[in-house]
Nanobody
Framework: QVQLVESGGGLVEAGGSLRLSCAPS????????MAWFRQAPGKERNFVAT????????YYSGSVKGRFTISKDNAKNALYLQMNSLKPEDTAVYYC????????????????????WGQGTQVTVSS
């Protein structure tokens, strides 16, 4: 079983940067496709970014494209989300998620496809 733990959340001013990390326990995740989702109070959990197991393919939601970068370091067994030019609208709990794909280059933005989830880390962007 894969267990995920997020870290790196906190308070940042609008226009600033923050980097989130996700580390697994139980297994290495080189075979897993990873993603970030976020959820604000009273809102649905929404897709942010994903990366294939191989790291060769990435995909972003339109609201974060050009500002956020997802990366995967299989050697260090770590997932990252670099967030730049942060806006107050980015304030949410951010969740790391993982899935075992049918191929190393497969990606999906569908929440239902991810079987493993972290506990979430709070990101607050002040204006």
């Amino acid at each position: 079983q894969v267990q995920l733990v997020e870290s790196g959340g906190g308070l940042v001013e609008a226009g600033g940067s923050l980097r989130l990390s996700c580390a697994p326990s139980g297994r290495t995740f080189s075979w897993y496709s990873m993603a970030w989702f976020r959820q604000a109070p009273g809102k649905e959990r929404n897709f942010v970014a994903t990366i294939s197991a191989s790291g060769s393919r990435t995909y972003y939601s339109g609201s974060v494209k050009g500002r956020f970068t997802i990366s995967k370091d299989n050697a260090k067994n770590a997932l990252y989300l670099q967030m730049n030019s942060l806006k107050p609208e980015d304030t949410a709990v951010y969740y790391c998620a993982a899935r075992l794909p049918t191929s190393s280059d497969a990606i999906t933005a569908s929440l239902q496809e991810y079987a493993y989830w972290g506990q979430g880390t709070q990101v607050t962007v002040s204006s």
